[in-house]
């Protein structure tokens, strides 16, 4: 973990950012000092109401939240961290935020991004069956890299279209030339 020496400066870096504690991922409002240590005020991206929380840093992590695929009106997203070198701040927040298919990222609510962060997505068949209901989903993501299209294709990280998938009996096929993704989609089987 990255220590910081005063709150001002833990301040600098943190507040209005997204970070971990404990298993939630919370919005950093405000850092100060509480008992000799460096603390914030946060509230759990997952909570409607907006609980304050007061935390010490030292409990927290601050390394970069996992990103993915994020399921958001009827589609997914892929989103990963723009690396930005004017950037000071430690956590995360929309401006360093980029979907790597084009669309704009700060239409994404927090509360859903925190579904990823956390890696809480529904399951493989949870994701065929809304797919092929009356709710005209396009795409649905089950992990961070894979998704599923409504005409049963399997997309890695939001930029192969790597399989095919019988959407009535959930079987898939790689395609030849993206075996090289077959481990880590086995890998994301094992998860669901």
Known sequence: MIG??????AA??????IIRYKDMAVFVKAVGLKDGKIS????DLL????????????DCDINPVPLGYVNHKKT???????????????GLRMLNIVDVE??????????TIAHTILGKYPSFKNCLDRLSGKDKILKMAYCRDFSI??????????????GKIDMINGAITILPEYNWV???????MEKV
């Open 4 to 9: 910081y020496d005063t709150a001002d400066y």
């Open 12 to 17: 600098t870096r943190l507040v209005d950012t």
């Open 40 to 43: 914030i005020s946060c509230f």
């Open 47 to 58: 909570d409607e109401e907006e609980n304050l929380i007061e935390a010490y840093l030292e």
């Open 76 to 90: 997914t997203h892929y989103i990963t961290r723009t690396p930005m070198r004017r950037d000071w701040r430690q």
């Open 102 to 111: 084009g669309a704009q990222p700060r239409m994404i609510p927090y509360h």
């Open 149 to 162: 299209s409504n005409e049963g294709s399997l997309i890695y990280k939001g930029l192969f279209e790597v």
């Open 182 to 188: 077959g481990e880590a989609f086995d890998e994301s």
